[in-house]
């Protein structure tokens, strides 16, 4: 892409992004091409080519795209005026608005293949917003322990609790994602699974107040008034 970008050319490449995760998420990468992002804008391919060099850019970009809308939300989780499990529940909510559109999309990019045939410039965007999003997620942890409600293990750092928390939601939408049949196994409300799970897993590290000391349904209630009302969800996501 060039350097100096008109405002009409960015208007155009937000177009090419939005009609480019549109096709990703009904068709999937097999099918996901730049004829197929022309058709869905009624333009020409050579006018794709102009603002992204290959599919594999497009997808990272909107990948960025989607990190950024997490930061946006970490950063509003973080403010919650609560105690920090509460505030570790808004991450989760920020997770769940991501989950249907977002996720999909940044979950295919770690294919280390894939990133080798994107530039440099967006590769290092990526690593910084992942950053800050830990960051954020960890400081939220860090405060939990300052505050007496957490004690880790003498051998965990903040940044691995966040890990596990963050594998254990990505593993289960890869899941949930897939053809295996979970209803037919018995699973038939595997979202609701994972979060009942997460809340266990937390209160087993002792991090207060625990899920049986606590209204965690009114916290999400005010989570969803006062921090992710949904007017400004739509707009975080829409960008």
Known sequence: MPDVISPRADQRAAQILTAAREIFLLRGWDRFSFEGIAEFLECSRPLVYRHFSSKEEILLALAIQSKQRRARFYERAVMFPGRAREKMLAVGEAEA??????????????????????????????????????????????????????????????????????????????LMRSD??????????????????????LDGYGWRPLSREFDYKATRQRVHKEVFPRTLVDEILRQ
């Open 97 to 174: 608005f991501l989950s249907p559109r977002d996720l999909p999309v940044e979950l295919f990019v770690t294919s280390a293949c894939l990133r080798a045939k994107t530039s440099p410039r967006r590769q290092e965007e990526m690593k910084v917003l992942d950053v800050r999003t830990i960051s954020l997620g960890a400081g939220i942890i860090r405060e939990a322990v300052s505050a007496g409600d957490l004690k880790l293990p003498k051998a965990m750092a903040p940044e691995d609790l966040l890990f596990i928390t963050w594998a254990t939601r990505w593993g289960a939408l890869t």
């Open 180 to 201: 295996t049949p979970l209803a037919l196994a018995g699973i038939s409300q595997p979202a609701l699974a994972v979060e009942r799970s997460l809340g266990l897993m």
